[in-house]
């Protein structure tokens, strides 16, 4: 568990797991595939979600290759989409 030190108070999060990081990427992708736009999401949010959905035309909108794009995200990301995609077909 991830603890953060904040003065007097102590911050206790939840960790992050490939499940969560699977299934906030299957909300995204879930959401942006229904209104066909990317969604209000972080950068490194819609970089997956364009990816997972093989949408080049969202990356060329965020001014991305798709290897820039893949670079970009963390491996646990890259991972989730990847698991995603191979659902979704």
Known sequence: ???ENLGH???HLKPITSDSVLQRL???CEADSADGALGPWSSGERIAVALTLDRLDWLTALNLSALE???RLPSHWRDACVRL???LR
Request: with cysteine; hydrophobic share 55%.
């Open 69 to 71: 794009a893949m670079e």
């Open 1 to 3: 568990m991830f603890v």
């Open 26 to 28: 299957r909300e995204m």
């Open 9 to 11: 108070c102590m911050l």
């Open 85 to 87: 995609q191979k659902e």
